[in-house]
Every structure is written in C-alpha cells, then in structure tokens.
C-alpha cells in the first residue's frame, strides 16, 4: 500500500493529541458491491484494522445523491454492514456504522459547504463523469456538493489516513484543502489526513470494457464481478472477459492490452504475490489458462465471505446490535469536534 501523502504534516486540536491514530472510510449502498470495492477498499481496511481506531461507514447519504429506491436502499444498508463484517472487519477494532445515524455528518456537511468555492468543486471528475450519464434537469445539487459531505465524514473523526480507489484520491485531497482552510481561518481543528491508496487493486476496470473502471452501477452482466455471485457465476464472467489478439501474458500499461492486464491485476491482489512471481507463472501459457486460474483464485477468495455473509445475514439482531453500538461512539467522536467547529465559526453555544 502505499501512502501518498505521507511527507505532509499533520496536525491535530489539543482536544484529540492524545489517541490512536484514526483510520474513516465509507462505501455507499447502491446496488451490490463488486471486487473492486473489495480490492480498493474493504481489503484494506480488514489489513489495516488493527494498527488504527477504524471507522467504517455506509454512506447512505452520499448514495441519495442519485434517485434510489428507499426498500432497496433500506436492504442495501444492512447488506454492506453483513458484507463488511464478512470480508474480515471486527468489531473490537471497528466502529461500523450508518452514516445517517450520526447526525453531525449533515451538519459539519453543510457547514463545509458554505466555505467550500465553487471552482474547487467543479474540478472534480466524478461529477463530471456522473452527472455526463445524466439528463441535465435530473442532476441534484447534492451530486455536485456530495465531495463536501464526504469531508465532513472523514475531518469529524480527526482522521489520519483514509483507505480508498484511485477514483477517490481527488476527494481526499479536496478534504486536505477545505481542512487546511478552515484552520488557517479558525485556528487548528481539524487534523489533516492522508490519503492510503493499495498498490494492487486501486482500479480494477470492467471486464467487458477493461478500459474504464469496474462500477456497481453499470448493468451489463459481464460488466462487475460482486462480492455475492454464486461462484459458478464468478468464474463464468472471468472466462468471458475481454482480453486481446495477443497472446504475451505480462503486466502493461497499453490499452490495448488493458484486458490481460486488469486479469493479472485481479489475480495479484487476491493472491498478494509479486508481479515477476506471476508473469514467471504464466509464461508460455495461454489466455485460457491465465482466465481459469484467475477465475479459480477469485473464487477461492469470495468463499469464505460469501459463507460468513450468509450466516451474519441469519443473524440479523447481531447486525442491528453492531449498528446501534457503533452509532453511539460514532456520534459521540462526532460531536466533540462538532461542537469546537461550532464555537470557531461564532455559532452560540445551546444551554444543555
Ligand atoms: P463508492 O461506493 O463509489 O466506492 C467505495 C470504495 O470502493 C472503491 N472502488 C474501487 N476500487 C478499485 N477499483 C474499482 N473499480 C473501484 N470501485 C470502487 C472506491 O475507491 C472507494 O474506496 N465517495 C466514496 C464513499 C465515501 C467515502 C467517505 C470514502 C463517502 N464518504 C469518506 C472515504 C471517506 C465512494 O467512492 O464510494
């Protein structure tokens, strides 16, 4: 993994000096999350959970910033919490909670939004993908503030590093700019994080298009791999993923090769072995061979989670216990530093 921005200071309020230090990251529950969430995100964060006090979010909230059904919406949550348990995260390391139990986030979110300039906002290049796919009249304003929300997620729990894709290094560093401006107009707040990005598995593409990035939204069925295919499923997908006319079995950065290259990319971070280690594997051999041992590795991987999800889900009180737990420490993180941006930005304090 690495950090990249790990030459940058941080800083912290005297109220959070003395602590472990913080790890928040979130995915959204819109539809069925995909290997790529795994690899970018929840891989990571099972590896990194011991080190930190994690954070781990469902951010509801940002997956409202495009129209969703409220029962899906409603099944989706409580699914990923099921899924992050399942893929590893443990609740004596980790606070795993529902980004719309914890009020603060709403309020830090719009606080952040009165001082974030609009060009900052219109730099970024989710908007711009999503809101292209989008009759112009439909897109919420939400869409286009959803990086400020995601700040307030990540500076309410003083966080130091923020595990995530490639996709989300530019709203990260849109969090470091709104922090390093908040505090230099209010005095120190906010602790400035760092973005952690995996080596392997920051940008698993589609495998049908190996050419843009894997997404939960995209409906074409050989589009995703996700986490809960029936591995018969899994394996059929792989073996019908785009690759080339070639036959050279190497890593590449050729987009013409993007195929063969987003396969090799899959096997190596299910596999955590190096890339000479793999391309030693493969050489002389096939594009068959190299789909069936990727579709066997992937599937090997997916077991176990798709055995442990299908007993948590059995287990529903435990995942609204978890819920209702993590809410109460979440919120009472959450408020500490709501109420010291409270009092910065002149706003009178209630009597309690
Ligand atoms: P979401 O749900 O779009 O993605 C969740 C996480 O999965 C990663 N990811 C991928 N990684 C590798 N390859 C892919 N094809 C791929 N697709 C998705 C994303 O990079 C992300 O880490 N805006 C965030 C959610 C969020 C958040 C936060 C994250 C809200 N608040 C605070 C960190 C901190 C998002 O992208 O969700």
Do not use: C
């Given at each position: 993994m690495t950090n990249q921005n790990s030459a940058s200071p941080a800083s912290a309020p005297d109220v959070v000096k003395q602590r472990p230090p913080r790890i928040l990251s979130g995915i959204q529950p819109s539809g069925q999350l995909t290997i790529g969430n795994y690899l970018g995100a929840l891989k990571q964060w099972a590896a990194l959970q011991s080190q930190y006090d994690s954070f781990y979010c469902i951010v509801d909230m940002h997956a409202i910033t495009v129209p969703q059904d409220p029962a899906e919406l409603r099944e989706a949550s409580v699914r990923n919490a099921a899924l992050y348990l399942a893929c590893g995260l443990e609740t004596k390391h980790c606070t795993i909670f529902i980004q719309s139990h914890v009020s603060a986030h709403s309020e830090l979110g719009w606080i952040l939004n009165c001082m974030t300039?609009?060009?900052?906002?219109?730099?970024?290049?989710?908007?711009?993908?999503?809101?292209?796919?989008?009759q112009a009249d439909s897109i919420g304003s939400g869409l286009f503030t959803y990086p400020t929300l995601m700040a307030a997620d990540i500076l309410?729990?003083?966080?130091?590093?923020?595990?995530?894709?490639?996709?989300?290094?530019?709203?990260?560093?849109?969090?470091?700019?709104?922090?390093?401006?908040?505090?230099?107009?209010?005095?120190?707040?906010?602790?400035?994080?760092?973005?952690?990005?995996?080596?392997?598995?920051?940008?698993?593409?589609?495998l049908d298009t190996p050419t843009a990035k894997m997404s939960k939204s995209e409906k074409a069925d050989g589009h995703a791999v996700f986490l809960l295919d029936p591995l018969d499923k899994v394996r059929k997908?792989?073996?019908?993923?785009?690759?080339?006319?070639?036959?050279?079995?190497?890593?590449?950065?050729?987009?013409?090769?993007?195929?063969?290259?987003n396969l090799l990319t899959i096997y190596q971070?299910?596999?955590?072995?190096?890339?000479?280690?793999?391309?030693?594997?493969?050489?002389?051999?096939?594009?068959?061979?190299?789909?069936?041992?990727?579709?066997?590795a992937v599937a090997e991987g997916l077991k176990p989670i798709q055995e442990r999800y299908n007993q948590l889900m059995g287990e529903k009180g435990y995942i609204y216990e978890v819920l209702k737990k993590s809410a109460d420490r979440a919120n009472e993180v959450a408020s500490t530093t709501l109420d010291l941006v409270r009092d910065r930005i002149g706003f009178v304090k209630p009597l309690r």
């Open positions: 300039p609009m060009g900052w906002l219109n730099r970024m290049t989710q908007f711009k993908d999503k809101s292209a796919k989008m309410l729990y003083q966080t130091d590093l923020v595990p995530v894709g490639d996709d989300q290094k530019q709203h990260v560093e849109l969090t470091r700019d709104l922090a390093q401006r908040f505090n230099s107009m209010y005095g120190e707040t906010f602790t400035i994080p760092n973005v952690m990005i995996p080596v392997a598995g920051a940008r698993v593409m589609g997908k792989i073996m019908r993923a785009t690759t080339d006319s070639d036959r050279v079995i190497k890593f590449s950065t050729d987009p013409e090769r993007a195929g063969v290259n971070a299910f596999t955590e072995r190096s890339r000479e280690d793999i391309e030693a594997q493969f050489d002389s051999k096939g594009y068959g061979d190299l789909k069936k041992t990727v579709a066997e």
